[in-house]
């Protein structure tokens, strides 16, 4: 069974920076791709963004040029370093494995419990 762990979230003053990590288990990581969501109170949850098996990279419109998704196989883990921090990426964020169909990404597995980022203006 897949789990997922996320980690790293805390509380940032705008413009600062964290890195979460996501330990993945229970599935043959190095051939999936992964994404990073978040979810804000009373908002749906969204992708914010995603890196395929060969390192191909793709992020929504509102983090491009502060985020960046990253991977490590050997630990099978995902990153995602968030710079220049807004009051805005406040959120709950959470990791999944995608699957492709068509131009969009969908997530596969349970979601993990998520890491919260607040980020104070």
């Known amino acids: 069974q897949v789990q997922l762990v996320e980690s790293g979230g805390g509380l940032v003053q705008a413009g600062g920076s964290l890195r979460l990590s996501c330990a993945a288990s229970?599935?043959?990581?190095?051939?999936?791709?992964m994404g990073w969501y978040r979810q804000a109170p009373g908002k749906q949850r969204e992708l914010v963004a995603g890196?395929?098996?060969?390192?191909?990279?793709n992020y929504t419109d509102s983090v491009k040029g502060r985020f960046t998704i990253s991977r490590d196989n050997a630990k099978n883990t995902v990153y995602l370093q968030m710079n220049s921090l807004k009051p805005e990426d406040t959120a709950v964020y959470y990791c999944?494995?995608?699957?492709?169909?068509?131009?969009?990404?969908?997530?596969?597995?349970?979601w993990g419990q998520g890491t919260q980022v607040t980020v104070s203006s």
């Open positions: 999944n494995a995608l699957f492709a169909h068509g131009s969009r990404w969908y997530p596969t597995a349970k």
């Open positions: 229970g599935m043959t990581f190095s051939i999936n791709a």
């Open positions: 890196i395929t098996s060969d390192n191909k990279t």
